[in-house]
C-alpha cells in the first residue's frame, strides 16, 4: 500500500502510523522531520514550503515504487507539508512498514534520502535579518 | 509562445510564478536552457536547475512540441 499527501495542515503521526499498520510486518520505521531552530548559527523564524503539487505527488510515488522493487516492504506512507512552518513543527512524515525490521530501516532512510533530492518541494528560510531560499545555490 | 511555470527562487527571477517566451518551433530542452541563461543570467548561478516536461524530468534532447506543460526545477530542498 502506498499513501502520499502534499499537505497545507499539520500532519497527523498518529495517521501515518495507523495507515502503514499491518498484522503480516513484523517492523514499522517512522521518519520525522522537523523544523530547527537554527541554521549555521542563525535564528530562523520560519520556514516557506511550496511545491509543484502534480510533479512531487508523482515523484514520490516512484519512490514508493522503486522501494517495492528493492525491498520486501508492505507498507509505504509519505506526506509532506507546505506553507508556513515554525520551529518544531513537523515537515515529513514517513513510515515505512516490513515483514522484517532490516527491509523497514533501509528503506525508510532511501525515501527520506531520495525525497531531498527529486522531489520538487521548495523551502526557503526566513531568518531575522534576511531569508534564503534552500540549496538553491552551491 | 512557450509558458514556463516556476518554482522556488526562480519566481523570484520571473518577478511570478510564470513565464511566456518566445522560441523556434519545437525547441528541445537544450535551446530553451540556453535562452533561459540568455535572458536571466541569474540562473547560472544556481547549484543547477532541471526542466520538467508534463511532470517528468527532462533531458537536454528532449523535444518540447505544443502543449506540453513545461517546468524550471531550481534545486529541490524538500524534507
Not at chain 1, 532512510?109 to 522531489?119: E, G, M
Not at chain 2, 543570467?41 to 524530468?57: D, G
Amino acid at each position: 500500500m502506498t499513501d502520499v499527501q502534499l499537505s497545507s495542515e499539520p500532519l497527523d503521526i498518529s495517521s501515518c502510523i495507523e495507515k502503514a499498520t499491518d498484522p503480516t510486518c513484523g517492523g514499522m520505521n517512522v521518519f520525522i522531520g522537523t523544523i530547527r531552530n537554527k541554521t549555521q548559527n542563525r535564528k530562523v523564524i520560519r520556514l516557506e514550503y511550496e511545491s509543484y503539487i502534480p510533479m512531487a505527488i508523482k515523484e514520490m510515488h516512484k519512490i514508493a515504487d522503486d522501494i517495492f522493487q528493492k525491498w520486501d516492504v508492505k507498507n509505504i506512507v509519505i506526506h509532506h507539508r507546505t506553507g508556513i512552518l515554525k520551529t518544531g513543527d513537523t515537515a515529513v512524515v514517513i513510515v515505512v512498514s516490513a515483514p522484517h525490521r532490516e527491509a523497514a530501516f533501509e528503506a525508510c532512510r532511501y525515501a527520506i534520502d531520495t525525497l531531498k533530492q527529486t522531489v520538487p518541494i521548495w523551502k526557503k528560510e526566513v531568518f531575522e535579518d534576511g531569508e534564503v531560499w534552500v540549496s538553491a545555490h552551491a | 509562445m512557450i509558458r514556463l511555470l516556476a518554482f522556488g527562487i526562480v519566481k523570484d527571477f520571473f518577478h511570478g510564478s510564470a513565464l511566456d517566451i518566445e522560441l523556434p518551433k519545437n525547441p528541445t530542452v537544450d535551446i530553451l536552457k540556453k535562452e533561459l541563461n540568455s535572458l536571466y543570467p541569474e540562473m547560472q548561478k544556481l547549484a543547477s536547475y532541471m526542466i520538467a516536461v508534463n511532470n517528468n524530468y527532462a533531458s537536454d534532447g528532449d523535444i518540447i512540441y505544443p502543449g506540453d506543460e513545461i517546468a524550471i526545477i531550481p534545486p529541490v530542498s524538500g524534507g
